[in-house]
């Protein structure tokens, strides 16, 4: 068996070299990424400094897409905030668009929170105008391609962030941390009022740039790697402690308590969590992903068949997803629920998430 397991793994090989060059960030997944001796040496260093300066290169390409004082909030403090982002009628009509969305909804129990997506296809967007109008709008879609590095549009969604909803250990999005090892976009418009009610986002503003403190923070978590305590942190995505943050010179996190209708970009290579919530309650946002290759030079051409192909391949994998683990008798971590279930909390702490164990722990970045 363990000869057995052996071969497969050797015969990945090739695979595992292979993923050096992109975005694959797991220690204990792919063991050269997660190799002690390779990283004694400073290859997670080197991926994290390349992967820097490539995407800053992109970066500049795409600078017309940002207004001067974007550019400079968004690389001293690696977020961009701006309230009352859309008109008032706009936003309320966005508003009352997404509270009566209907359309797949999916579901992903992380500890004691749960989250509901719908992912924004064309078919969808055929349903919701004001988002639609939002979605093609040059100052909302250029900033974000810039702050993406990236000259193709995000993946949008519509999310709903369920708060003290089950009897589970803490939300692991709670822990301050770092997606990955390279920049990373990810957008938030607010329709909710945000507190410490709803769970805040919450970023340590300077924290994505690369000081000698932080490559050394990296060079050590690394070398730990797939032997990391937080089984998050041995995927690829770091906690950082208040030691820590003090130890890289780091100020104390920003706690955002906004408004609706406020936009938040964050490059999520930077320290940021999920900010606890007193209440049992909901937090309804347009959320905005985008993740790339890091090592690839070219910001890319904004065709619109990429974007709808990007759609089919997310459904595609949460479908094949959603086969491999009803195969075992399970859901997938991002499984599909009634439609009903985006607008509606669940009426007392749903039971308890210990039968979320037979899932796949889910991805947290
Ligand atoms: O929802 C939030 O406030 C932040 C969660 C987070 O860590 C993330 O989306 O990467
Ligand atoms: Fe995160």
């Known amino acids: 068996m363990r000869s057995l397991e052996k071969l497969k793994t050797a015969l990945k090989f090739p695979v595992y070299i292979g993923q050096i060059f992109t975005g694959a960030k797991s220690f204990s997944a792919n063991p050269i990424i997660g190799s002690r001796v390779l990283n004694i040496m400073g290859l997670h260093v080197a991926r994290t400094i390349l992967a820097a300066a490539v995407t800053r290169f992109r970066m500049m390409c795409l600078s017309s897409f940002a207004t001067a004082e974007q550019r400079q909030a968004f690389q001293r403090d690696g977020f961009v905030l701006i309230n009352d982002f859309l008109a008032e009628d706009q936003f309320n009509s966005l508003n009352a668009e997404v509270r009566g969305l209907h359309g797949e909804v999916r579901e992903c129990v992380q500890g004691d929170t749960l989250t509901h997506r719908v992912l924004l296809t ?14 093609a709008a040059p100052r909302f879609s250029r900033l974000l391609r810039y702050t993406a590095a990236r000259n193709n549009d995000p ?14 250990t803490p939300d692991p999005q709670r822990t301050l941390h770092s997606d990955t090892f390279h920049p990373t976009m990810k957008a938030w418009l607010f329709l909710d009022d945000v507190s410490d009610r709803n769970g805040p986002f919450t970023y340590v503003a300077g924290s994505h740039r690369l000081s000698f403190k932080r490559l050394k923070w990296e ?11 937080n089984r998050y942190a041995a995927r690829g995505s770091l906690r950082v402690s208040d030691d820590d943050l003090e130890s890289m010179g780091l100020e104390q996190p ?9 936009l938040i970009i964050a490059n999520t290579n930077g320290f940021h969590r999920r900010g606890v919530a007193t209440d049992v309650s909901n937090r309804m946002e347009i959320w905005a992903y985008s993740r790339t290759n890091p090592f690839n030079p070219l910001p890319g051409f904004n065709f619109l068949w990429y974007t709808k192909v990007s759609h089919f391949v997310i459904e ?5 997803q959603d086969r491999k683990a009803a ?5 997938a971590s991002w499984h599909v629920v009634g439609e009903d279930a985006l607008h509606k909390m669940p009426d007392t702490r749903v039971a308890s998430n210990s039968d979320a164990k037979s899932k796949r722990l889910p991805e947290v970045a």
């Open 122 to 135: 064309n078919k969808v967007l055929a349903k919701l105008p004001s988002c639609r109008s939002l979605l």
């Open 155 to 168: 993946i949008y969604y519509v999310q709903s962030i369920k708060s003290n909803v089950i009897n589970g």
């Open 219 to 229: 060079y050590s978590n690394s070398v730990e790697g797939s032997l990391l305590a």
């Open 254 to 262: 920003t706690v955002f308590n906004v408004p609706a209708n406020t």
């Open 316 to 320: 595609k994998y949460l479908q094949r």
């Open 327 to 331: 195969a075992k008798g399970a859901v």
